[in-house]
């Protein structure tokens, strides 16, 4: 499908990115609409990164992300120009509005308006009593200060327990006592920085003016219709099958005379060089030393430390849901339950066509920061940690067997913005501004989520040269 470019019938190239994932190809997406001759190199046999859509049967189901948030314009905006190649954005049902969080021996709704948050058993009365005077607390004062501290000062330790922790595991399958919030929750951070209080914040934001594309970023939770492969065969499409390199190996970068040389092997051991006069990188932290020789090692070890949670995810479908309703996003399971699970999620729930019409299906996750070992672990151990939690956490009856159980496993899922990312921030500063033409991009900075990464790509696809 894809052509492997020849370097001596190549035409000249104004700009290369490296990585075919959802950052990579919306950069050069956003490129290619700019006009720039454009090239991406990618090492897989593969493009999306992460993202993989598989069907099997009447099953639709996702190996990596099987969600994001119209968090930016820049979202939607994007499936706006991908709707001539057939994309289409997919929002949740809005039954999927509900998120569930386990507590003793069954999920618990989060409450949603003032009345469910009395009535809710997750948090303790003083705590629920204490947010009356959350607007009145002190800002505080530490720039460092991880997100427990933060949340445990501002709004009790329930809070942490129930949300904020189940929360993290969801989002980044870490430890909240270690995520720096100005790096892992900068909106979070700065509704109290700026406002002096998070309810205050959120008040505010709610009053202010929103223009005809502020009113693009709708905060739901998005797919792509038919599973988020469409999305990232829909970018292909866009920047051009022919202007795609994959099974790129070694990939090494060179400044020369003003330009830039990438040089990489086939799978045939050919050697090939590309010459052009930016790059952009979008690859993990733990790849670039390597393919930037050229960097001081006092610079490149910042972001080489780069900590990455592993995740194990478990697609679970049943033909047959035994009339077993679960409707909600998903459910989180705490780290102070002592589960084996960071949490379940509910794809059939959220989008149409997932499944058989009386089925369901599940992505369950596990392992994290926490629980390492789960990547470890056998196939029929896993197996048989999912089979306890369907009747203990989903209701289903003992005897009942899934038609389907997958297990998919990423060492290096999820970065961590811990209190080392400040100093990888200014290390990435640095090599930029001693190497004009080299942008380092890629979920190390500028978030993690799909709509950060979406975000991130058009910012860097719109840069000067």
Not at 24 to 47: D, F, P, Q, S, Y
Not at 418 to 436: K, N, T, Y
Request: with cysteine; hydrophobic share 40%.
């Amino acid at each position: 499908m894809f052509k492997t470019m020849q370097n001596e019938k190549q035409s000249p190239i104004d700009i290369i990115v490296i990585g075919a994932g959802l950052t990579g190809l919306t950069t050069a997406h956003t490129l290619k609409k700019r006009g720039k001759a454009v090239v991406v190199v990618e090492k897989e046999n593969r493009i999306g990164g992460q993202i993989q859509t598989h069907q099997q049967g009447d099953f639709t189901f996702e190996s990596g992300p099987n969600t994001g948030i119209v968090s930016y314009p820049e979202v939607a905006e994007l499936f706006q120009d991908l709707e001539k190649w057939g994309c289409q954005l997919e929002e949740a049902h809005e039954e999927a509005r509900q998120r569930w969080i386990w507590k003793g021996t069954k999920f618990h709704a989060l409450p949603a308006n003032p009345i469910a948050a009395l009535r809710t058993p997750l948090f303790t009365w003083r705590d629920k009593w204490g947010i009356l005077r959350e607007p009145f607390r002190p800002k505080g004062t530490n720039p460092n200060e991880d997100v427990a501290t933060m949340v445990v000062r501002r709004l009790g330790k329930s809070y942490l327990d129930y949300a904020v922790d189940p929360f993290i595991s969801g989002v980044y399958a870490g430890d909240p006592h270690t995520l720096i919030t100005r790096f892992a929750l900068p909106k979070l951070y700065n509704l109290e920085q700026n406002y002096g209080s998070f309810i205050r914040g959120a008040i505010a934001k709610s009053k202010e003016k929103k223009s005809h594309r502020d009113r693009l970023a709708t905060k739901k939770v998005f797919s792509a219709v038919g599973g988020l492969q469409h999305l990232v065969d829909a970018l292909a499409q866009s920047v051009g099958h022919e202007h795609i390199i994959l099974q790129a190996n070694n990939v090494i970068v060179t400044p020369i005379d003003g330009q830039w040389q990438v040089d990489y092997t086939t799978t045939a051991g050919e050697k090939v060089s590309l010459r052009c006069r930016k790059v952009i990188t979008t690859v993990g932290a733990y790849a670039l030393k390597a393919m930037l020789p050229f960097v001081k090692d006092s610079d490149m070890a910042p972001i080489s430390a780069l900590r990455y949670a592993p995740i194990v995810q478990a697609s679970v479908g049943f033909s047959d849901a035994h009339g077993i309703e679960n409707k909600a996003f998903g459910g989180l399971i705490p780290s102070c339950e002592r589960q084996q699970l960071l949490g379940i999620l509910f794809p059939s729930a959220c989008f149409s066509r997932r499944c058989p019409v009386q089925g369901a299906l599940f992505s369950f996750f596990l392992g994290g920061l926490k629980h390492a070992e789960m990547l470890d672990k056998t196939d029929d151990e896993l197996h048989e940690i999912i089979m306890k939690a369907l009747p203990m956490m989903l209701g289903f009856p003992h005897d009942v067997q899934p038609d389907r159980i997958q297990f998919f496993r990423h060492a290096r899922a999820i970065p961590q913005y811990e209190l080392s990312s400040g100093d990888r921030f200014a290390a990435v500063a640095r090599i930029e501004q001693a190497h004009p033409g080299l942008v380092i991009g890629g979920n190390l900075r500028d978030g993690i989520g799909m709509a950060d990464r979406i975000r991130q790509g058009v910012a860097m696809g719109m840069q000067d040269d």
